[in-house]
């Protein structure tokens, strides 16, 4: 079991190891021009586009298209001997993304090697979901980085149980068209499987149709692989942790604030209702939505519960002292 760096990995180049330095970047560009270099082990360059020019090919063979141009280049290395297996993804309202990918690895000698490579984004949970909505927007600097950090994590699979996962992906039918749904909330999961050119991608929200109920089993194995909560736990930085709590507490502050006000604007009101109440009998009142003024005006006093209010009789629609 081993922890990997914060960097996350790309879903399209799930394939390739990461290295720390610039020096593997083996592509060089000059004058809008990209020359590919022969020596092995290749990187990838990442290009954006800032025109439409045609592409051509110069005297000496190259491709050259002035409209792109290199913005930086990815420090991630093929490696030959490791391929991705399948990526899942859980996606809950009210916290972040969670991503498995399970990897096979064969060594120099053809070993092969099976291992999770995890990433939970922020907020971890959903109380966190909270603190992030209600502060996030009052943070910057280093605290804000420290907070909104992936965790990320390794984790090896026993061969015996990889291939068994493996198994279940290609020998389970699969309807292609499953029934629609349609909610709220809950958690939307995603599972992608490549192989070469070939790829398949399920999505399903809360239970997966019946039709797919196979991908639940499977979908609850790599949950228990990855063993999210505990590594969470674990991997987060006291730093962090105190941070969060900090916010919390803030949070719960300001919280108890609101209540106090809100609990005393709500006993002006209802007071003020009864005075209201008391005279209505003999002077009425004038509805400030509809202008009638009439003593046939329902008092709803909610005394013990709330905010009381009153219902105008001739058009239905309600009002409270601070409407007069």
């Given at each position: 079991?081993?922890?990997?760096?914060?960097?996350?990995?790309?879903?399209?180049?799930?394939?390739?190891?990461?290295?720390?330095?610039?020096?593997?970047?083996?592509?060089?560009?000059?004058?809008?021009?990209?020359?590919?270099?022969?020596?092995?082990?290749?990187?990838?360059?990442?290009?954006?586009q800032i025109g439409n020019v045609p592409t051509s090919t110069n005297l000496d063979g190259l491709c050259v298209n002035q409209g792109f141009e290199v913005r930086g280049c990815d420090t991630r290395v093929v490696t030959m001997g490791c391929s991705v297996l399948l990526i899942f993804k859980e996606r809950p309202s009210f916290e972040g993304e969670l991503s498995i990918s399970l990897n096979e690895e064969c060594d120099s000698?053809?070993?092969?090697?099976?291992?999770?490579?995890?990433?939970?984004?922020?907020?971890?949970?959903?109380?966190?979901?909270?603190?992030?909505?209600?502060?996030?927007?009052?943070?910057?600097?280093?605290?804000?980085?420290?907070?909104?950090?992936?965790?990320?994590?390794?984790?090896?699979?026993?061969?015996?149980?990889?291939?068994?996962?493996?198994?279940?992906?290609?020998?389970?039918?699969?309807?292609?068209?499953?029934?629609?749904?349609?909610?709220?909330?809950?958690?939307?999961?995603?599972?992608?499987?490549?192989?070469?050119?070939?790829?398949?991608?399920?999505?399903?929200?809360?239970?997966?149709?019946?039709?797919?109920?196979?991908?639940?089993?499977?979908?609850?194995?790599?949950?228990?692989?990855?063993?999210?909560?505990?590594?969470?736990?674990?991997?987060?930085?006291?730093?962090?942790?105190?941070?969060?709590?900090?916010?919390?507490?803030?949070?719960?502050?300001?919280?108890?604030?609101?209540?106090?006000?809100?609990?005393?604007?709500?006993?002006?009101?209802?007071?003020?209702?009864?005075?209201?109440?008391?005279?209505?009998?003999?002077?009425?009142?004038?509805?400030?939505?509809?202008?009638?003024?009439?003593?046939?005006?329902?008092?709803?006093?909610?005394?013990?519960?709330?905010?009381?209010?009153?219902?105008?009789?001739?058009?239905?629609?309600?009002?409270?002292?601070?409407?007069?």
């Amino acid at each position: 079991m081993s922890h990997v760096g914060s960097r996350a990995q790309s879903p399209r180049h799930h394939n390739l190891r990461y290295s720390d330095s610039w020096a593997h970047c083996l592509g060089r560009v000059y004058s809008g021009v990209g020359e590919a270099l022969e020596p092995e082990p290749v990187s990838l360059a990442v290009w954006s586009q800032i025109g439409n020019v045609p592409t051509s090919t110069n005297l000496d063979g190259l491709c050259v298209n002035q409209g792109f141009e290199v913005r930086g280049c990815d420090t991630r290395v093929v490696t030959m001997g490791c391929s991705v297996l399948l990526i899942f993804k859980e996606r809950p309202s009210f916290e972040g993304e969670l991503s498995i990918s399970l990897n096979e690895e064969c060594d120099s000698q053809g070993h092969e090697k099976y291992f999770v490579v995890c990433q939970k984004k922020p907020p971890l949970n959903a109380k966190e979901f909270a603190i992030f909505a209600a502060s996030l927007n009052r943070m910057d600097g280093q605290a804000l980085e420290v907070i909104t950090e992936s965790i990320n994590w390794q984790r090896e699979v026993p061969p015996s149980e990889a291939k068994k996962l493996t198994a279940a992906m290609e020998h389970q039918a699969v309807s292609v068209a499953p029934e629609g749904v349609l909610g709220l909330d809950g958690t939307t999961y995603e599972l992608l499987i490549e192989r070469g050119f070939n790829r398949i991608q399920y999505t399903w929200w809360g239970e997966p149709p019946a039709a797919w109920r196979p991908l639940r089993k499977l979908s609850n194995t790599l949950l228990g692989v990855a063993d999210a909560a505990s590594r969470i736990e674990h991997l987060q930085s006291n730093t962090r942790k105190r941070l969060i709590q900090q916010l919390q507490e803030q949070l719960e502050e300001e919280q108890a604030k609101l209540n106090s006000q809100t609990s005393e604007l709500t006993k002006t009101n209802n007071k003020r209702c009864l005075e209201l109440a008391e005279s209505l009998s003999k002077a009425g009142l004038t509805c400030p939505n509809c202008g009638v003024l009439s003593s046939d005006i329902r008092f709803v006093d909610k005394s013990t519960a709330g905010r009381s209010y009153f219902i105008c009789q001739a058009c239905g629609r309600s009002f409270r002292p601070e409407d007069l």
